[in-house]
């Protein structure tokens, strides 16, 4: 196996007191990295990294591309991502691996919820059309008046007595 993509030596860093990073990887390398949607694309990884005393110290940024689904209109969202990355080793410690600090931020970074726009209308609840593109006509799924979660009770509704009719 090849050394990982986002492992760097220290040999230089001792000698020079620096390395500069400017390294990608597959979004392969991070196959779980994401609880939902997935990464697009290579991740890049750029930074330096510094002697200091004894240690070395990375600091720089990842960065990529991940593809979600809107939370409220399930529509697909590819948008850019970037992930401050502070990471400090024993400089004697051999090869600095990068990867699950990478790995780590990604997870950070991941949104709780991604909508398409600000003002994106959902799914229709009746007949489950994009709002955004459709004008179906069916109200809104009504708001705010005061019923809990569960409290979906139909009183209105007389409940059906005669069988179903044969679909044609
Ligand atoms: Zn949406
Ligand atoms: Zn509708």
Redesign the pocket.
């Known amino acids: 196996m090849s050394a990982p993509d986002f492992q760097f030596p220290l040999t230089e860093v001792k000698e020079n007191g620096q390395l500069a990073v400017n390294a990608k990887t597959a979004s392969a390398t991070f196959p779980d990295a994401l609880s939902e949607g997935a990464l697009v694309g290579p991740v890049f990884l750029n930074g330096m990294i510094l002697a200091v005393d004894d240690e070395a110290s990375f600091t720089g940024e990842a960065k990529g591309r991940w593809k979600f689904e809107c939370t409220r209109c399930l529509k697909p969202l590819e948008q850019e991502w970037r992930a401050p990355i502070e990471v400090m080793v024993p400089i004697d410690g051999g090869p600095m691996d990068l990867t699950d600090e990478v790995r780590q931020s990604i997870a950070l970074a991941q949104p709780m919820k991604l909508v398409c726009k600000p003002d994106c209308k959902g799914l229709?609840p009746?007949?489950?059309?994009n709002?955004n593109d459709?004008a179906?006509?069916?109200s809104a799924a009504p708001e705010g008046d005061g019923s809990g979660p569960g409290g979906n009770l139909e009183q209105t509704h007389k409940p059906r007595l005669t069988p179903r009719p044969n679909k044609g």
């Not at 009746?126 to 059309?129: L, S």
């Open positions: 229709c009746t007949c489950k059309k709002r459709v179906c006509g069916h």
